[in-house]
């Protein structure tokens, strides 16, 4: 069955660095886009963006454009959220989220999510 | 604060009916297709509803969406205790941005 796991928590101080992995499971990697999504504690999900699993173009929504990067390591199948210069805004629960309809299209559907990897950002 | 908006809370009786309320623009639900999504404490959401009123295979059809305008509704019917969750309503925006609501926390009673 399809499946996407994530790495797990990280306690991150003001300024440094994160990278979250994504393994996915169960389907061809390349054949469905990539989506990720922010939750801060006792908030609604916030789209950050997608990654094009097949050509490696990411798209980031505005707001996560400059310290967010997605990239790829497809021979792992395993899509990967890095973030820079950490600020305690940033504590969240990071989600990867497949892209429901194949690649080349962008549908906005979201069908199988991972379990989340929590990132703490305090001094 | 949340480009689409969701009362925050609702509530009724087991086996009782409840819709609960998603309010956008022209610009994303007025335009585009509503997808609703279940979460329960520390879980993943889980897709209920996609293109604004069709289910996944293995979500019960107590679930159901609807569209008028721009506003979605979603309906749960024959509420169970089970159903106590948090659920959200998301759509894509003519910005090019996913547009969540700030989710409405279900209470059976």
């Known amino acids: 069955q399809v499946q996407l796991v994530q790495s797990g928590s990280d306690l991150k101080k003001p300024g440094a660095s994160v990278k979250v992995s994504c393994k996915a499971s169960?389907?061809?990697?390349?054949?469905?886009?990539m989506n990720w999504v922010r939750q801060a504690p006792g908030q609604g999900p916030e789209w950050m963006g997608w990654?094009?699993?097949?050509?490696?173009?990411?798209t980031y929504a505005q707001g996560f454009r400059g310290r967010f990067v997605f990239s790829l390591d497809t021979s792992a199948s395993t899509t990967y959220l890095q973030i820079s210069r950490l600020k305690p805004e940033d504590t969240a629960v990071y989600y990867c989220?497949?892209?429901?309809?194949?690649?080349?299209?962008?549908?906005?559907?979201?069908?199988?999510w991972g379990n989340g990897a929590t990132v703490t950002v305090s001094s | 604060q949340s480009v689409l908006t969701q009362p925050p809370s609702v509530s009724a009786a087991p086996g009782q009916k409840v819709a609960i309320s998603c309010s956008g623009a022209?610009?994303?639900?007025?335009?585009?297709?509503v997808f609703w999504y279940q979460q329960f404490p520390g879980i993943a959401p889980k897709l209920l509803i996609y293109?604004?009123?069709k289910r996944p295979s293995g979500i019960p059809d107590r679930f159901s969406g609807s569209k008028s305008g721009t506003s979605a509704t979603l309906g749960i019917s024959g509420l169970q205790t089970g159903d106590e969750a948090v659920y959200y309503c998301?759509?894509?925006?003519?910005?090019?941005?996913?547009?969540f609501g700030g989710g409405t926390k279900l209470t059976v009673l």
């Open positions: 989220a497949r892209e429901g309809v194949a690649l080349p299209q962008y549908y906005y559907y979201m069908d199988v």
């Open positions: 169960g389907y061809t990697f390349t054949k469905y886009g």
């Open positions: 990654i094009d699993t097949n050509t490696g173009n990411p």
């Open positions: 022209t610009s994303n639900i007025g335009s585009n297709y």
């Open positions: 293109d604004t009123n």
């Open positions: 998301t759509s894509w925006d003519t910005s090019l941005s996913g547009v």
